[in-house]
């Protein structure tokens, strides 16, 4: 089992940044892609950026190329959002995601094992 705690989320304005941090416990041996995805009120979950277990692959969303940086520290067993230039469509519960046991990414949320609790972002314009 794999525990993830999100935090970092809160109320910023348009234009402004947040850095959410997803901290992961437990069985965090295997090697596992880490995402981050969110839900805004009245949608469904969506897929925002990916990274591997080494680090060196990433995917994103085409709504946040450019403005969200996905990076990782396997020492810390911490994975980061860093987003920039944020717009009230950024507005969303953001939700940190693990597929255990690949080396690949996908931005289907089924295959993703473990979910962490959420950090509501809210972009004020």
């Known amino acids: 089992q794999v525990q993830l705690v999100e935090t970092g989320g809160g109320l910023v304005q348009a234009g402004g940044s947040l850095r959410l941090s997803c901290a992961a416990s437990g069985r965090t041996f295997s090697p596992y892609t880490m995402a981050w995805f969110r839900q805004a009120p009245g949608k469904e979950r969506a897929f925002v950026a990916a990274?591997?277990?080494?680090?060196?692959?990433?995917d994103y969303a085409d709504s946040v190329k450019g403005r969200f940086t996905i990076s990782r520290d396997n020492a810390k067993n911490t994975v980061y959002l860093q987003m920039n230039s944020l717009k009230p469509d950024d507005t969303a519960v953001y939700y940190c995601a693990a597929e255990s046991g690949t080396t690949g990414i996908t931005r289907i949320s089924r295959p993703y094992d473990y979910w962490g609790q959420g950090t509501q972002v809210t972009v004020s314009s």
């Open positions: 990274v591997t277990w080494s680090g060196r692959s990433t």
